[in-house]
């Protein structure tokens, strides 16, 4: 993960499941600058649990900056679960991934009725919408008629956490990762006892190797 850019972490502190506070925020980023990242998106959860307001997200980021003094580049977005409220966001309140990437996401169950024109509303608006997690390849790709997945170019996002390449792909994730499914990879970081064994026993194949470094590239993009 050396020079990595991670496009996908819970480390802003009180504002969701993440970081409860600025001394664990603190713990994470030491954490992240040992496995070699260089600049982290800082992606909190926006949802029906999680309305925080941009305002407190910044103040929020303004206080991790105080507090923080290492070498790690942070950069503020957020994570949108497309729920009922999602589309009344995209006139001019939602944080992006850089200046034309949206981190989105859904239940891992179902998808929200009427997907394709939630994330075309998103392309409207002029985002290209990065789906979190196996979202898309759960719910399918081929649900979205062709014609759609063409105009959205969609985007999707991996977690390592996720099991994506740890211990071993699981057989949907191995899927994905072949057919390209997978444009981004993000840690997804929210605590330290839950990612710090993940990665402490993280073994690639060549081929998981090779997937994962293309990712990193991309990520660097945003």
Same mark, same amino acid.
Not at 6 to 31: E, K, Q
Not at 141 to 162: C, F, N, W
């Given at each position: 993960m050396k020079g990595m850019t991670? #496009?996908? %972490?819970? #480390?802003?502190?009180?504002?969701?499941? &993440? %970081?409860?506070?600025?001394?664990?925020?603190? %713990?994470? @980023?030491?954490?992240?600058? %040992?496995? &070699?990242?260089?600049? #982290?998106?800082?992606?909190?959860?926006?949802m029906e649990d999680y309305p925080t307001p941009n305002k407190k997200l910044r103040q929020q980021l303004d206080v991790l900056k105080t507090a923080y003094s290492g070498p790690l580049d942070l950069r503020l977005s957020s994570e949108y679960m497309m729920d009922a409220a999602f589309t009344n966001k995209l006139d001019g309140e939602v944080l992006p991934l850089g200046s034309s990437h949206l981190l989105v996401e859904t239940s891992y169950m179902y998808p929200p009725p009427g997907l394709p024109d939630i994330l075309m509303k998103v392309w409207n608006a002029g985002y290209q919408p990065v789906i979190a997690h196996r979202a898309l390849p759960v719910? &399918?790709?081929?649900?979205?008629?062709?014609?759609?997945?063409?105009?959205?170019? @969609?985007?999707?996002?991996?977690?390592?956490?996720?099991?994506?390449?740890?211990?071993?792909p699981q057989s949907g994730q191995r899927k994905a990762v072949k057919q390209k499914m997978y444009d981004f990879v993000g840690t997804d970081l929210h605590h330290l006892e839950r990612y710090r064994p993940m990665l402490d026993q993280l073994r690639l194949t060549r081929r998981q190797l090779e997937a994962l470094e293309g990712l990193i590239a991309n990520n660097a993009r945003i």
């Open positions: 991670d #496009v996908h %972490s819970h #480390v802003l502190p009180g504002v969701d499941d &993440g %970081s409860p506070d600025i001394n664990a925020s603190l %713990s994470l @980023l030491r954490y992240m600058e %040992s496995i &070699g990242l260089r600049k #982290v998106w800082l992606t909190p959860h926006i719910h &399918g790709r081929k649900r979205l008629p062709s014609a759609e997945r063409e105009r959205l170019q @969609l985007s999707t996002q991996s977690d390592v956490t996720e099991r994506l390449l740890w211990p071993a």
